[in-house]
């Protein structure tokens, strides 16, 4: 009988990569290893408390090129987007997604005309709710779902992204243990989207550009 | 891609006298090397990452068929599909047969080294199938009919002057008036033609930087954002991956993460690292309605269980090159092959024979920088050296070589005879080569001398001196 590629790959690997060792004790250390998903080295640069995570977060995303903007409360948030387009001199207009903290906020109180669902790529400006963000890299940490469209994150040229101040982490580690949580262990959402300042190549003679694919502004509102 | 390695040395003498290449050459170390350095100087736990990195690495190849049984298993659970591919016909197999069920055109694709490994674009375009390079500098290269020269800048050889007469020679449909001389010009140009290329794309294939082997995920990285346009764009996202790329838990992946873009750009992140797993669910608004991961092998089992076992922890970050001298002076084509630099001259005799590619471990200095910054600390010198060593045993190396070689080691087990014969020679080569003492041609060493001048010998051996010198010290102290 013939074999299936996949068998023929994989016994070609075991051979060569178990050198001696009986295939129950090698089981033994996979099985363990995943379910333990140990953490290594996590940098102390994140392991401060929530000022301090709220600060080193605000000062990497700046170094990597987002701007952030902090506000108390999601009440102000409609007012920051309206002033910050405003003052960018662009249309009044966001795609916006369906996140019930987005929801609720008091967005006919502005001018802002409001659209939601996925973006075709004709929109200037997008705005999503992050999950969370990791202080240590200026990382937002935002994740795919029926509420958070990922064309919002790709296609407008202008990202505005709300954050919880209470769901700065200061690593990225945390966050693996919130899905876990949520998706259970092992399962995941379609995209776990880790952005670092806005989209960029250095591709002609190693000049940083800023804009490549990606949008070419990245607007945190940094809420509470 | 047409392979040349076997004629390095003649690619690597058209490259020192390619003028716009050395021009461009000449700014790869003032990128990446202080940038590098000063990622790494601002993290205190970057040593002790680059340890946990080779360990995590170490532990995913000891143990590889069952991580990937295990990452198959979880692909299929999210509702992706796995492909195995032995070799590079198989993959490239798999992908036409993806791309024809679906009735593909075109595929939008994002910069992936695997891609030019089984040269998957001739492939397609032979098969009336376009593949759209997204990345600017594999755009770029695509549009000059050319491969990359770095892992992860593919065009770093390509002048501004030379990308805006491509765009011109291009995009024929655009205004011939424009002004293209700033480079954010061109990016801007290319980011409005690619746009239009995503709408019209069937398929999108990327690469990846992890696979998870926990959750059944890629981690792919960007800083442009290509990749996830590509797999978000086209409907069918296609994940092609040696199996090397595997990691355990998504912690590891973390460990790695942080070892990667610092040694790659001196960033602490890349601007976009996304985890995908399964396509779009069905209560999703956007997404790929398919995801398959195709699984290549290529010639790396063969290196498991072997010294070169160490090679397969590589995860392309491109610091070896940048750093290697060789590199700077000849850029990467000269390599003749996919993976150029250091990690090429190890890998590429193990992908694809020690005989096409006897040349590239003997472009060497050996002064170790490659693997001072490897993150993985991959023993580069010391595997180019096994090379050399197994070229020798297998009579790879010209005649002259062996012969210089084989007199040298039979002179110098008999100390007698090599102090005679070299204090014969060297007052004669110290007189031949005149008042300069600097020889710029010598026979059989026409090689060496083309490039620099031999320094002649001062006329008596090192033996000669250290005799005298001890004997004039003693006569002092007594
Ligand atoms: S060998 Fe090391 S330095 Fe070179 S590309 Fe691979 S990981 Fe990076």
Redesign the pocket.
Known sequence: MATSPRETMLARIRQAAAGGVSQAERRKAVAARLAEHPKGIVPARGQIDREGRVALFTEMAGRAGARVQRIATYDALPGAVADWLRAANLPAEVIMSGDPRLAAAPFETTALSIRNGASDGSDLTGLSHAEGAIAESGTLVVLSGPDNPNSLNYLPDNHLVALSADDVEGAMEPFWQRLRMHYGEGAMPRSVNLITGPSRSADIEQTLLIGAHGPRELVVFLIG | MHLTSPSFKENSARALADAPLQRALAKVPLGFIDKRRAAADALPEFEALRDKAVEIKNHALKHLDLYLEAFAEKVEAAGGTVHWAADAEAARAIVLDLARKRGAKSVTKSKSMISEEIELNDFLEQNGIQPVETDLGEYIIQLRHEHPSH?IAPAIHVNRDQVEADFRRAHADLDPQRDLSDPRSLLAEARQVLRRRYGEADMGITGANFLVAETGSAVIVTNEGNADLTQLLGKCHVVIASIEKIVPTLEDASQLLRVLAR??TGQDMSVYTTVVTGPKRAEDLDGPEEFHVVLLDNGRSAMLGTEFEE?L?????????NHCPVYQTIGGHAYGWVYP???GA?LTPSLIGVEDAAHLPNASTFCGR?EE??????P?PKLMRHWREREFERHLQPAPMRWGLGLWAFAARRPALYRWGTSLVAPLLSRMAGKKQRFSSLPLAGGWTKGRDLPAPEGKTFMQQWAERRSAAGKAKA
């Open positions: 892992i040694s790659a090679a922890r590589c995860i392309r970050c491109g610091a070896c090159m630099g250091p990690i190890v490659c910054v490897c993150p993985v600390r991959i580069l």
